[in-house]
């Protein structure tokens, strides 16, 4: 018998993974948990149904929402992630030695404690000692912050159910105010490619312009993600990503990384005609 995993990107396409095995399946009170192993992806975890995070590729979503940020503002000490259930974006912040406070706000636990159990991978620095775990929501959470963070990481699931209110005009505000004058907010972007996607994007694109003065769109390329082809938003009080990228700064540093390097971090928010068009779109509906 083959056991196959299989997410619908579209109403006429759909991905699917051969699977060996089911290692976990549970139901939270926010969602539904599930955790599984495939030949060519190793583990991976999926939220109602729908692909978070895999072992094969997680290493490209972490790279790019985490270092493109820090080699910006190399200064960064302060810092809350909102989401990032799996742990991948904690390990690489923990990486930064210049880094004094993780803050991560996760509404969900069960996910954190499948992760530490079944993807060691990428929850390995969770129990780091600059690291607050708080299990709650993070739209409330943010509300009571103010001039607190030098970059806030919304590394959240797709716009509804449990993070239906991470793509909201109040949330976005929320986060203007809990940042530092330099503070940069760095968020999943969905995907342009699908026009359910690309609605949800749009919309939070529009909401993240009318909040700060600097805002900014990367991609990168994620086989487990719909279409492939992933956007992340980058929005400052100050800092421009391109112009005021640190490159000698952070290569100083000598992280090593697979995806991630300061020659990609330019290249990746010269981004394709189709997005700049939606992207204008966005600001005109």
Excluded at 44 to 62: A, C, N, P, Q, S
Excluded at 162 to 191: D, M, R, S, W
Aim: charged residues 25%.
């Amino acid at each position: 018998m083959e056991l196959w995993y299989t997410e619908e990107h579209s109403e006429n396409v759909r991905f699917s993974i051969r699977v060996e095995k089911q290692l976990y399946s549970a139901k939270s009170k926010f969602q539904r948990i599930d955790v599984f192993e495939a030949k060519e992806f190793g583990r991976f975890l999926t939220l109602d149904g729908l692909m978070m995070v895999t072992e094969k590729d997680e290493f490209i979503y972490h790279d790019m929402i985490v270092h493109v940020p820090m080699a910006t503002n190399p200064k960064i000490q302060k810092v809350l992630v909102i989401g990032a259930g799996d742990g991948g974006t904690v390990r690489e912040l923990t990486r930064y030695d210049s880094i004094d406070t993780i803050d991560m706000v996760e509404i969900d636990q069960m996910v954190v404690e499948a992760c530490k159990k079944y993807l060691p991978q990428t929850s390995s620095r969770l129990e780091d000692p600059r690291v607050n775990l708080h299990f709650e929501d993070g739209l409330k959470f943010v509300r009571e912050k103010e001039n607190v963070y030098d970059l806030i990481i919304v590394d959240s699931t797709d716009p509804f159910g449990p993070g239906e209110g991470l793509f909201t005009k109040e949330f976005y505000g929320n986060c203007y105010k809990a940042l530092t004058a330099e503070g940069i907010l760095v968020n999943q972007h969905e995907c342009p490619y699908y026009d359910d996607y690309a609605v949800s994007m749009k919309r939070a694109h529009r909401r993240i312009c009318e909040t700060f003065p600097v805002v900014k769109v990367y991609q990168a390329h994620i086989p487990t993600y719909p279409s492939g082809h992933w956007l992340f938003g980058f929005a400052s009080k100050k800092f421009d990503p391109v112009k005021d990228l640190q490159a000698d700064q952070w290569n100083a540093l000598g992280l090593q990384t697979k995806y991630y390097n300061t020659e990609l971090h330019q290249g990746a928010f010269a981004i394709p005609n189709y997005v700049k068009d939606l992207l204008e779109e966005a600001n005109h509906e």
